[in-house]
């Protein structure tokens, strides 16, 4: 729920939410503003990026007038669908706008992609304006304004079109090689305007008509809307479990099947700081656990369609690494990922530098192999014979090389160093391998397979214990805890009542969790080589609600469940982390964090419900 100022140079990073047609994505403030949107894929340059500087970024902003005193602002979206309403409400009347962005549900590549925005007035008369300002190339391209009439411009870029086109009674001007237009609205009157990016040179795309338009917004409710009745959850947080499904999905470019990490770069997990990554690109671990809380709810179309890429970046065997996988691609499966730092962006409110591309994409992280083992051990014939052998070599390759040092799960630059969390993951990759094979009476080395589960499970007892704190630790060179071990339970390493488990979980609450958020570690006994601090992390948070409840403590978990909802945005969108002020920080949304809300819900439910029927039982 917002109030107040209508526009704002940098709104909190809350303040936003996301729609997107399955290959590109943009973030519209709560003031009615785009400020951010990449295409034609989401990690294409950027045509608005007001969010990273609110002066050279772009941005296409459709809200009332600022001249309208006392305008309050509510945004949500239509149940159950990726359809995003503004609503502002004056005292001379109420008008909303609905964007949206059309499902491209044909899975092929295309540089065409439409974002459609419908104003309309429901109460009384008020007036509107339009800007529209894109800065081509995160702001570094100029462009050329063409009018083609009042109600048509195009805007040409290096390599890309930008067409805006309005219906009466908006009339277009050009401002500067810019667009405004200023216009009124009264009761059930509705004007559309529609932003389409493509290729320089292509064919202008059809005039939107207001019919063609609700037809369009029809089939776009109706697509969503569909997909989410193929969810098998029916428990007690269906709203945001819903809402976090929808998230996961329009982070899935759908030509590849590859999940990203999040919508944005350059979002800071400090503001102020230098912790400001591009998280555009699919991780084999977020990916990974993704599809497996899609499949978990029932979706099984993107647990296969991711199986088809990673069976394919296998194959491939092009990493930047040298391994068999590399930690990140981009997402049709291309793994050079240069850093580049745009020094001509101010970064979010001057969160500096701001990064394009990712350097730890060449960084050994063995805990993949676990992730990706696990996913792929969701669907019974793992990808048939041939994605049965391509897992089978990457398994007698693991078992060879396992036992090294790596740079772990949160991607620090200060070492390599042997995690635990990453002999964990090895685990899973050879105790999945084992089960598999034997269930499926699949070609498999399976003695050496399970020679190397055991040798880590030993390693991870007598090296990831620590005696002095009674809990696993980080690595083996340290008492330091690390919240990725939450996930230990899950993946079935131990019981998730097991005395030594919980003792790493009592362990975690005293240092690790602050009134139910919880840190990833502690930097300052675990320098992780980066400047500054940051806030607690939203998929750590989660992922200990589940804990808690795989442990039992039921009354404890849903408490800390139910405060982590509070956190949720005004649309129930979540970033990656969260401040010492309540403040959501880091890239938006955050994949990791709506998979892991998925996850604690689902074991939360479980656990509850088996409570619940334990004193029927008895009394039966």
Known sequence: MSKGVLVNAYPSIAEHGIVGDLQ????????????????PRFDSPSVFASLLDSERGGFCRLAVDSAVENAAVRQLYMPDTAILVTRFMAPDGVGEVGDFMDPITDPVATDRHRLVRVVRVVRGTLPFTLVCRPRFDYGRGSHQLEMVDDRAAVFHGPGTDLHLQVTDPVTLESDDGDITARFTLSEGQTAVVALTSMASGGSAPAHPGRDDTAADLERCRSFWQSWLRSSKYRGRWRDMVNRSAITLKLLTYAPSGAPIAAATMGLPEQVGGERNWDYRYTWIRDASLSVRALIDLGFTEEAYAFRRWLRDRLDAGDTASGEPLQIMYRIDGDPRLEEEVLDHLEGYRGSAPVRVGNAAADQIQLDIYGEAADALAQSPDIGGIWGWRSFANLTDWLAEHWDRPDEGIWETRGGQQEFTYSRLMTWVAFDRGVRLATDFSRPANIARWTQARDEVFSQIVERGWSSKRQAFVQHYATDVLDASLLLMPRMGFLSPKDPAWLSTLDAMDDELVSDSLVYRYDPEASPDGLRGV???????????????????????????????LTYANHVGLFAEEIGPSGEQLGNFPQAFTHLALVAAAMALDEQLDRAEAQPAAMSG
């Open 24 to 39: 590109t994505a943009a973030l519209v403030s709560a003031a009615g503003t785009i400020d951010w949107w990449c295409t």
């Open 534 to 564: 940051e806030g607690t992390f939203n998929l750590c948070s989660f992922l200990y609600v589940e804990a808690l409840a795989r442990a039992g403590r039921l009354a404890q978990a849903r408490y800390a469940f139910d405060k982590m």
